[in-house]
């Protein structure tokens, strides 16, 4: 999948509530993607500075044409990293990276049923035959389309 496929779908994802997604990529650009629980944060600014910052606040970006760090202008290159005094760390990659970091850590708060309302039913069955016990497990799936308010459907197996 391209690198512009995968940002796509990750800004368009409906996640668990804790994961808010500020802004719109298709319209400016400009886009956060925050999980308020660890305070993981994935940010675009003018489809340009991709950044991924995780839970210890260790930090990955790609390259600008300068960072101030302490009043020093720093020119970064691809692999350089800072080190603050308290190490947190800030290294700078390259967008995919920056991407594929931000993927691989939210997607796992994806709302996998998003547009389905789903019940789950199960029915179980005993007999004894011959003085043999047997167990029988029906499950039903029912749900329901969010678009489509007409439709319903029912999964069931045994």
Known sequence: MQTKD????????????????YGNYEKNKNTLLL?????TLFTIQDDFLFSFKDKDHNSWSTIPKEVYVNGTKIYPNLGDSITRSDGVKHCFTTKENVIEMAVSYFEKFIIPYYGLKVNWRVCHFQEMINGTKYSYKLSEIKFKSSSYKEIEAYISSN
């Open 6 to 21: 995968k940002l796509i779908k990750l800004l368009t994802q409906k996640y668990n509530s804790h994961i808010t997604i």
């Open 35 to 39: 999980d308020s629980n660890s305070e």
